[in-house]
Nanobody, 124 residues
Framework: QAQLVESGGGLVQAGGSLRLSCAAS????????MGWFRQAQGKEREFVGA????????VYADSVKGRFTISRDNAENTLYLQMNSLKPEDTASYYC?????????????????WGQGTQVTVSS
């Protein structure tokens, strides 16, 4: 079992930055693949990025590549999403998720645990 809690969302101007955090409980955090997803109003939830258990491998959606960076601190059981050069199109509720499978390219169905989400709003 794992419990995930996102934080760090808010209202920012276009071009600004935010860093989201995902605090995890449970003793197996350091073995999980971790992912970030987002869902805008009226749209399907979409993949943002993922990171493997060690933090050595990452993958990003084309829409955020070069602007967003995923990292993790296994000693603190925390996942991060650094978001730079934010655009109004990034406005969404952001979710972190944990998977027991070692596959950073896996589908959403692979993820076993989900956080409650944190809202990011980017004004133009």
């Amino acid at each position: 079992q794992a419990q995930l809690v996102e934080s760090g969302g808010g209202l920012v101007q276009a071009g600004g930055s935010l860093r989201l955090s995902c605090a995890a409980s449970g003793r197996h955090f350091s073995t999980y693949t971790m992912g970030w997803f987002r869902q805008a109003q009226g749209k399907e939830r979409e993949f943002v990025g993922a990171i493997d258990w060690s933090g050595g491998s990452t993958v990003y959606a084309d829409s955020v590549k070069g602007r967003f960076t995923i990292s993790r601190d296994n000693a603190e059981n925390t996942l991060y999403l650094q978001m730079n050069s934010l655009k109004p199109e990034d406005t969404a509720s952001y979710y972190c998720a944990a998977s027991r499978f070692y596959n950073i390219y896996g589908p959403q169905a692979q993820y076993d645990y989900w956080g409650q989400g944190t809202q990011v709003t980017v004004s133009s």
